[in-house]
Structure formats: structure tokens, C-alpha cells
């Protein structure tokens, strides 16, 4: 066990890394990593000169301290190693006095761009830039927005004043043209640092973004005032993009059904953003999600499938040309052939995380494989994950690297014939019954009967053993996954994928993989119609999910049923878990992170509320479905009410998400009779004077009055003002109002009943509201601004930010804050996700 010692020792060391909130100097890290190497190379010696250790294994016997310190050397190198990295890296990060200026840019479109419905997203390679007509130095790799349309252009003359809706001007933007990989363009650009929403169990955009080497986001300036984009030439420098490019195009333009298309080009090129939001979740709910992009099984099968092809052929040339078999044996060749071209499959899906993971892992069985090391499985399964972590450190953080190592990890433990079992046979060399090596399909083809049952039982095994992982990595488990996938991972390796490449040949085969889409599509839509397909289960603690883990592997592994059966008692906590609420008479909101919008979430002890749904982004994207619907998921919230203050799309962009996922929740809002949402779901109109009490917690609304529904006003005069109160504390949420409907409530409204403890600030911070009499009459002790990071409309502005401080009221803003959590119980205090959950690669804006 003296390899996998080393092995665990270092992923741990570089998980223990992973969870700091800020580096350390580099240099420290990277004396770390040198004492590290430079002891394990002196103790090694010292060992095998002294005769401890015989050279011909790679075990460390004798003291029992010698592992222990072999374990800290290997967790120290891991650490010390990924801290430089890390440093190295961050030291390329964006100016920030380089934020929001127009930059003039030459560069390379590095990948092929992605379409979207308000324009094409692309990352560009940077290859000079000026500011002023001065040379500044930005990051490496950028990811820019060209969008189309109307934007918005400041109309005031003074760039230190903050724009106003009012103070902006609409204007034609420039279409975007049609970017090619490979191309060099010059064009004015706008940027900032990577910057995500914050969110409890949300998805970590930043961390996304530092895997993928990207320091800066932004957009093309492309208005009627400046400089048109320009391309200046193009080249070969990335011909695997411009390949994958037309192949794309090429499939769109055959194929006139836009989802089946989507999904035919996710499996050729490995464009996940091709397929639509309603697709995936059909996906999702039925388990078959790792099914519909390049994933570790499609580049497992194919090279497998290419090993068996060369092989043949391989041996067949035995009669041809002998020297060949002599030289290098049938079972090599098609290992190393598979690898390769495995390479180039990945390549061509766009060489994304998972697929390199997988590559790595093969390329590492195949090298313990042809080097006569006699393994056990544990440590080349520890091997495989310590040369993933070497090359991708981040990759510790993200869900897909668990669920294929601890699948495969199942998959040894369970299978009689790995090395290092009691039944273990074979050479030793590798896992004789691993799906690499003997995957279900030779199986099949020799003996059907067994291979199916056997596929069945492996199928089983891993969705018994990941099932509370993915409880605890997506809080959402799909009952009908087993037969999903049943269905679906033969249906989809041995027939879509290759009729899908076989299109890259000859086009008219993309027809007939669309077919088959479509079947699929259609069983996969009836299993997802089922009652119960999927379930849901609030987020547990991590150390249910650890037990939950280890009760799967237990009911999964070949041991007598009386030790399998204590697997049921550990995977209860995870599946009963659920989150401690507030105490009857309190309450607690929650603020989401969701950009510029409103969405807070009001619990008491038995019910719960959510004020607003955030910004739609565009056709496929909303804050409901980005944020909410996975956030009230996590919290294992059932809303008794959605409040939806006004009309504006940055409050009502994620409303259709919500109430899909909130069927029992009735609606409350200002919208009008006519409005789309209507026909989802009937809206009862907020008017001042309605209230009700949950839980000794009383909910009033101050405002629109009823005469507001009968005049023309506009949307942000139509805010429905809702007030919390146990009557100790008490929280104000205040939409869109602006100054007119402030002096209304100051006015119509006893001051007492005004006067709250937490303030959800009016429309952002807009110059057009928090006047002093509303501020002097609410005082509360705490306000948050919930705007975007470097919004374009400047919220909050400068003006309304001093009237706060000069007040003394405590003002926060959801781009440093993140999600807030704010509690009547702790009325001066308030929790910022940002800060609870830092790790170094998050951005930390300066108030």
C-alpha cells in the first residue's frame, strides 16, 4: 500500500489547499513543494541504502512512522504545488483600474463561438491592447459578449457621474458578424473581473471560469460611436475549432428540428449550449444527463471499439508484414491506437474538463497496464486520481470528477476479478472485469444472456452506490434512471454516437440519427411524465453524505447480506434530512445572489414566501432556473406564496421556473389581467390593507392601493410593498417604488408601522427613490442593495449611498455580500455567503 499512501497523501494535501480563503505568498508555496520533494527523495535513499527496503517493490515497510511521514511529505508537496500554481496564475489577473474602460484589442478567436439568442459568446486570445493610445497589459484569455439589438449608451457628458435610466439613450448596436476560430480580430472591448453570483449550494461560475483559464469577462463596443470590429486576417492556428465549427453548422443546416439538431451536435462537437433548456430537463430527470455531451463513457467505448478495430486489423497484418507482431504485440498496438485516437475524439468535442479527466485516466491504465506492474486496484484507482489532480487540481471541486471516480472506484471493489480481491485472476496487470477492458459489449456479442444480466447487475451497483451522491452534489435523484439508462446507454453508444460521427462523412447519416433522438426523446419524455420520476431532498450536511456514500457501497458490495443491511441505517440521514428552520414567532429572509433584480425568500417556522424572481437573461436563461429553482431545491422549501412586486422583467424573469417547480404556491402580484403569466398561473392582486399571520408573524401590504389599478402608472409605481413584523422586529421589502409612492406611504402610513429593522432597498439604489423623509421615517438598522456587479445603470448611485451613511443605516450590496441572510432573532446582524463560503478564486469586489 506504500504507492496509494503516497497517491492519497498528495490528493489530500492539494484538497487541503483548495479550501483557503486567500494565497499565500508564492514563494512559501513553492519552498513547501522543494522541502517536500527534497525530504521524500533523502528518506527514500536513506531507506534503500540502508537496505529497509528492497528495490523491487514499491512498498514501504518497516517502522510504522515511516508512512505517516511519507503520507505528510506527499500531503505537503500537493499543497505547496497548487498554491504556486494558483499564485502564478492569479498574478495574470485583470487590473481593476482596467474595469469598465474601452480597451482596443487585437486578438485570436481561440474556440468556436457560441451562438445565443441575444448574440454569440467567443474567447479571444489577447494579443496586444491599448487604452488612451497607451499599451496595457490584460489576461491571456478572455470571454467576450457580442451582442445585437439595442444597447445602452450613456447620454451624459461626465463619465464620473452615474447613469440613470433617464441619462440613457438607446442605440443600434452592429450585428455580430460571423467569427471564425483561428481569425484575428481588432475591436474595443469592455471588461471586468470574473464575477458570479454567490449563492447557498449554488453553481460556482468563478471557479468554472479559473478552470477554464479565463481572468476577464466583457463585451464588443459596437454602437454607432465606436470603432467598428474589425477582421484583420485569418489563419490555421486552431483547425481543430474551425473543423468543429463547420461540422456544426453543417448539422443545423441539415437537420431542420433545432432540438434534435442540438443534440446530435452535443455528441458530435460536444456543444452542450446546443441543446435546449427543455431537453435538459427531460435529461435530468430521468438520470440520462451524462448521456448527452462527450462524456467519460462516449471517449471510454470509443477508444475501447478503436482498440478492438486495431487489434484485428493488427493481427490480420501478421500474414502481410509479420515483423509487425513481432515488434510490437496485437494487444499493444490496440491499446496505444485506442489511446490516440481516443485523443483526437477528445480533441474534436472541444478537449472540455471531463473529457481530459478521462484521458488521463486512460492514458494512465494504459501505461500501468504495458509496464508489468502487478497493482492491486486501490492503488490504480489512487494512481489514476493523483495523475487527474497533478494536472487539474481545481478538478476536486466539481461533481463530475467525484461521480466518475467513485463509479469506477464501486466497479473495482464489486468485480470479483480485480487485482487485489480475493478472487482476483488474470495477470495482475489491470482490472480483468473493468469496463475498459471488458466492457458489457464483447460480452454481449459472446454470450448475450450473460452479458445483459451482468450490464444489469454493473448498472445497478453504481446507481445503488452514487444515488446519495448525487443527492448531495444536485439534491435530486431520478427514480426512473435505472431503466432510463438501461435504455439509453446502449441506444445511445452503439447507435447515435456512431450514426452521428458517421455524419461528419457523409451528411445524408445525420437524418437517421435524428430519428433516433426523436425515440429516445419520446420514451424518455413518457418516463419523465411519470409520477414520482425524480425526487428531491433538502441539502444535508457533508457528514451525511459521507455516510449515505459509504451505506451504498455497502449494499453494493459482494459481502453477506447481514453487513450489507447496515447500509440502510446509514443512508437514512441523508434521505431524511432536513434543514433546522426558525423558531415559531421569528423569521429569516434569505436575498439571493441573482445579479440586477429582486428575489428574497421570507421563512418562518412552517411557511415560506418568495418575494420577486430575479432577471430573465435571455430565451434559454433565467434566474429561476440558474438560481432559485436550485436553491429552494436545496433548502427543501415548499412555498405557500409567490409575491411578484411588479412587471419588470429583472423581478419576473424567473417566475415561470418557480411556479413549475412550485405547483401547491398561490400567486400574488401587480401584474395585469392580460399579462403571460396569468395564464401559468392566476394572480391575485396585492392591494394595500391585505395581511395574514404564519407561525405569530404578521405579512401586511402597504402598498399598491386599489384606485392604483384603475390609472395609468408605470410598472415600478405598481410595486407591491410588503411588511414582515413579530412585532419585536420588523422588514420592509420595497420593489421598485420610487419617490412619489415613498411620500405617499410617509404620508398615509402611521410611522410606527413604517419604521423596520431590515430594509430591502427601493429599485436598486436608483437616484429616483430612498429620499430622505422615506429613509427618516423607516430608519432601519440594516439596507441591501440587491444590483448587479458593475451594473449599467451605476446602482447604487453615489447620492443615495451618502444619504444612507449620513443616517448611519448600515448599507449592503449583493455584488460584496453575495447572498444575504438576515434573521429577526439577530436584528444587527447579517451573513454574507460571499464571505462564509470564500475560497482564493472568488472575486471580492471593492464596496
Given amino acids: 500500500m506504500g504507492p496509494g499512501l503516497v497517491f492519497g497523501g498528495f490528493i489530500t494535501g492539494v484538497a487541503l489547499q483548495l479550501q483557503q480563503p486567500g494565497l499565500w505568498p508564492g514563494s512559501l508555496y513553492a519552498a513547501l513543494a522543494v522541502l517536500a520533494a527534497l525530504a521524500g527523495v533523502v528518506m527514500g535513499a536513506w531507506w534503500l541504502m540502508a537496505g529497509r527496503v528492497p528495490p523491487s517493490t514499491l512498498n514501504i515497510r518497516g517502522f510504522r512512522g515511516v508512512g505517516v511521514v511519507a503520507l505528510a511529505l506527499a500531503a505537503l508537496l500537493g499543497f505547496g504545488l497548487t498554491g504556486w500554481r494558483a499564485t502564478v496564475f492569479q498574478s495574470t489577473a485583470l487590473d481593476p483600474a482596467l474595469e469598465g474602460r474601452d480597451i482596443a484589442v487585437t486578438g485570436v478567436v481561440l474556440a468556436m463561438p457560441q451562438p445565443a439568442e441575444d448574440g454569440l459568446r ?58 471564425r ?34 481572468q476577464a469577462t466583457g463585451y464588443v463596443r459596437a454602437g454607432p460611436n465606436d470603432m467598428a470590429p474589425r477582421r484583420l486576417s485569418g489563419s490555421w492556428d486552431h483547425p481543430v475549432e474551425r473543423a468543429r465549427q463547420s461540422v456544426r453548422e453543417a448539422i443545423f443546416q441539415r437537420i431542420g428540428n433545432r432540438q434534435l439538431a442540438g443534440v446530435v451536435a452535443a455528441l458530435v462537437v460536444g456543444d452542450q449550449n446546443a441543446i435546449e433548456r427543455a431537453d435538459w430537463d427531460v435529461f435530468r430527470a430521468t438520470g440520462v444527463a451524462h448521456l448527452m455531451s462527450i462524456s467519460g463513457l462516449h471517449i471510454t467505448m470509443f477508444a475501447w471499439l478503436a482498440s478492438l478495430l486495431l487489434s484485428g486489423l493488427w493481427r490480420r497484418s501478421a500474414g502481410v508484414t509479420p515483423r509487425l507482431c513481432l515488434a510490437l504485440p496485437a494487444s499493444s498496438a490496440g491499446a496505444w491506437g485506442g489511446l490516440f485516437l481516443a485523443v483526437l475524439y477528445a480533441l474534436f468535442s472541444g478537449w472540455g474538463v471531463p473529457a481530459q479527466r478521462t484521458i488521463w485516466m ?9 509496464s508489468g506492474r502487478q497493482w492491486p486496484w486501490l492503488q490504480t484507482w489512487l494512481l489514476a486520481m493523483a495523475v487527474v489532480v497533478v494536472l487539474d487540481p481545481w478538478a ?47 460480452r454481449l456479442l459472446a454470450k448475450p444472456a450473460a452479458a445483459l444480466l451482468r450490464a444489469a447487475r454493473e448498472q445497478w451497483v453504481v446507481t445503488l452506490a452514487l444515488t446519495p451522491l448525487s443527492l448531495l452534489l444536485f439534491n435530486q435523484v431520478s427514480l426512473v434512471g435505472l431503466l432510463a439508462n438501461a435504455v439509453a446507454i446502449p441506444w445511445v ?52 453524505a459521507a455516510f449515505g456514500v459509504l451505506g451504498g457501497v455497502l449494499l453494493a458490495l459482494r459481502l453477506p447480506w447481514h453487513w450489507r443491511a447496515l447500509g440502510v441505517p446509514l443512508l437514512l440521514p441523508v434521505l431524511l434530512w432536513q434543514p433546522v428552520r426558525v423558531a415559531p414567532g421569528q423569521f429569516e429572509l434569505l436575498a439571493a445572489d441573482i445579479g440586477q433584480g429582486n428575489a428574497v425568500l421570507v421563512r418562518t417556522a412552517t411557511h415560506s414566501l418568495l418575494y420577486d424572481t430575479g432577471p430573465r437573461f435571455s430565451r434559454e436563461s433565467d434566474a429561476g432556473h440558474r438560481v432559485l429553482v436550485p436553491l429552494l431545491r436545496a433548502l427543501g422549501e415548499r412555498l405557500d406564496m409567490l409575491m411578484l412586486s411588479h412587471r419588470d422583467i429583472d423581478h419576473i424573469g424567473g417566475a415561470r421556473a418557480v411556479l413549475a417547480m412550485q405547483p401547491q404556491a398561490s400567486l400574488l402580484s401587480s401584474i395585469e389581467d392580460s399579462h403571460e403569466l396569468q395564464a401559468v398561473r392566476k394572480s391575485a392582486r396585492c392591494t394595500a390593507g391585505q395581511h395574514w ?18 390609472a395609468a402608472n408605470k410598472s415600478n409605481a405598481m410595486s407591491c410593498v410588503l ?22 406611504l410617509t404620508g398615509s402610513t402611521s410611522l410606527a408601522s413604517l419604521k423596520a429593522d431590515f430594509l430591502l432597498v427601493p429599485h436598486h439604489g436608483s437616484k429616483t427613490s430612498s429620499s430622505a423623509v422615506f429613509l427618516d421615517a423607516v430608519q432601519p438598522r440594516l439596507a441591501l442593495v440587491q444590483a448587479g456587479y458593475r451594473n449599467r445603470f451605476g446602482h447604487p448611485v453615489d447620492s443615495v449611498v451618502a444619504r444612507y451613511n449620513e443616517r448611519g443605516i448600515r448599507l449592503l450590496r449583493s455584488p460584496q455580500c453575495g447572498a444575504a441572510i438576515w434573521q429577526s432573532l439577530k436584528p444587527a446582524d447579517i451573513a454574507c455567503q460571499r464571505q462564509a463560503g470564500q475560497h482564493y478564486w472568488h472575486h471580492v469586489p471593492e464596496p
Avoid at 362 to 370: G, I, K, N, Q
Avoid at 421 to 436: A, I, L, M, Y
Fill in 122 to 179: 467567443f474567447r479571444l486570445g489577447i494579443e496586444s491592447a491599448r487604452l488612451n493610445g497607451q499599451t496595457v497589459a490584460l489576461p491571456r484569455h478572455i470571454l467576450l459578449g457580442w451582442y445585437s439589438g439595442f444597447g445602452m449608451r450613456e447620454a451624459r457628458a461626465s463619465p464620473a457621474e452615474s447613469a440613470e435610466p433617464s441619462d440613457l439613450a438607446l442605440e443600434l448596436q452592429r450585428q455580430p458578424q460571423d467569427l
Fill in 181 to 214: 476560430a483561428g481569425e484575428r480580430w481588432q475591436m474595443t472591448v469592455r471588461l471586468k473581473a470574473p464575477h458570479g453570483n454567490s449563492n447557498p449550494h449554488g453553481f460556482d461560475y468563478e471557479l468554472w471560469l479559473w478552470e477554464q483559464g479565463i
Fill in 362 to 370: 486512460l492514458a494512465t491504465v494504459v501505461l500501468l497496464r504495458h
Fill in 396 to 442: 476536486l471541486m466539481q461533481a463530475g470528477f467525484w461521480l466518475s471516480f467513485v463509479a469506477v472506484g464501486v466497479l473495482f471493489a464489486t468485480n470479483p476479478g480485480a487485482p487485489g480481491t480475493r478472487d482476483s485472476g488474470g495477470d495482475g496487470r489491470f482490472p480483468s472485469g473493468s469496463p475498459v477492458k471488458q466492457g458489457w459489449l464483447p
Fill in 493 to 544: 453508444t452503439l447507435v447515435v454516437t456512431p450514426l452521428a460521427m458517421l455524419g461528419v462523412l457523409w451528411a445524408p447519416v445525420w437524418d437517421a440519427a435524428a430519428w433516433a433522438v426523436s425515440l429516445l426523446t419520446v420514451f424518455l419524455q413518457w418516463l419523465a411524465g411519470w409520477p414520482l420520476a425524480s425526487v428531491s431532498v433538502a441539502a444535508a450536511p457533508l457528514w451525511c
Fill in 693 to 710: 399571520v404564519w407561525d405569530a408573524v404578521t405579512f401586511e401590504v402597504l402598498h399598491p392601493v386599489a384606485a392604483d389599478y384603475e
Fill in 723 to 744: 411588511r414582515i413584523s413579530n412585532g419585536a422586529q420588523t422588514a420592509l421589502l420595497a420593489g421598485d417604488i420610487e419617490s412619489a409612492q415613498e411620500s405617499r
